[in-house]
């Protein structure tokens, strides 16, 4: 792993986290337009003990969405969650508490939009991540599904 000074001159190893995302689509109507799950930033480096947030994001099509759901995973032995965050979340009620482990290495959130749905970009939660050990750490959503408001 590269090096490199810190902001008060410290050697710091370099963390690469890379997220990937998913294409969710709306039931399983064929006119049915597409929402996608996705993180910002959606990628990033970061120095060993640094704190930096990851917001799970939606970006719904024509269609107003009403619910999503999903689990996120995350190597535990690169990364740990410090906190998780609803403030500004379009999501209206939860379904289930977001919750996470640092242990197992993921999160998951599962929430519903009141009428009329949502349509547009939005933030579902952040995620703020502290890094532990060098390396490349992969965010990726295990699984993800995205409602239609019909």
Known sequence: ??????????????????????????????????????????????????????????????????????RINFPPDKLEIVSLSKKDSIINLWVQEPKFSNIEGFTRFEGVVLNPGFSGVGKIITLNFKAKKSGVAAITFDSGAVLAND
């Open 1 to 70: 792993m590269e090096n490199f000074k810190g902001e008060k001159g410290l050697n710091y190893a370099k963390l690469i986290v890379f997220f990937s995302l998913i294409l969710v689509s709306f039931g399983a109507s064929a006119t049915a337009r597409a929402a996608t799950l996705y993180f910002e930033p959606n990628s990033g480096s970061r120095g060993i003990g640094a704190t930096f947030p990851v917001s799970v994001m939606i970006s719904s099509a024509a269609n107003p969405m009403n619910a999503a759901e999903g």
